[in-house]
């Protein structure tokens, strides 16, 4: 069992930045955000896994960067030039299987969840 704990939520205004981390208890190889937005369904911001897959839904390509840090279990979403309609709870996903690679953004492909992050962009 992983525990993964995000942080790095807040409130901005339109146009500015925030950093979230996501720090997992134990061995992870796909990591991935995704985010979830009042009245709307959860949506996949991007992933990655330890064989070099990055993916990003085409709503944040250019604006958000996410990376990994093997060495301390801990993925990284940068986010920039944010917008109101980013303004969800963001949560941290994981799988420990270590044959598995990322080839979509989909729930069914991580077992482990986080609680998740609030994020609030203000026009």
């Known amino acids: 069992q992983v525990q993964l704990v995000e942080s790095g939520g807040g409130s901005v205004q339109a146009g500015g930045s925030l950093k979230l981390s996501c720090a997992a208890s134990g061995y992870t190889n796909k990591m991935g955000w995704f985010r979830q937005a009042p009245g709307k369904e959860r949506e996949g911001v991007g992933g990655v896994d330890n064989w070099g897959a990055l993916i990003y839904a085409d709503s944040v390509k250019g604006r958000f960067t996410i990376w990994k840090d093997n060495t301390w279990n801990t993925l990284y979403l940068q986010m920039s030039s944010l917008q109101p309609e980013d303004t969800a709870m963001y949560y941290c996903?994981?799988?420990?299987?270590?044959?598995?690679?990322?080839?979509?953004?989909?729930?069914?492909?991580?077992?482990?969840w986080g609680l998740g992050t609030q994020v609030t962009v203000s026009s």
């Open positions: 996903a994981a799988d420990s299987n270590r044959r598995s690679s990322l080839s979509r953004l989909r729930e069914a492909e991580f077992d482990y």
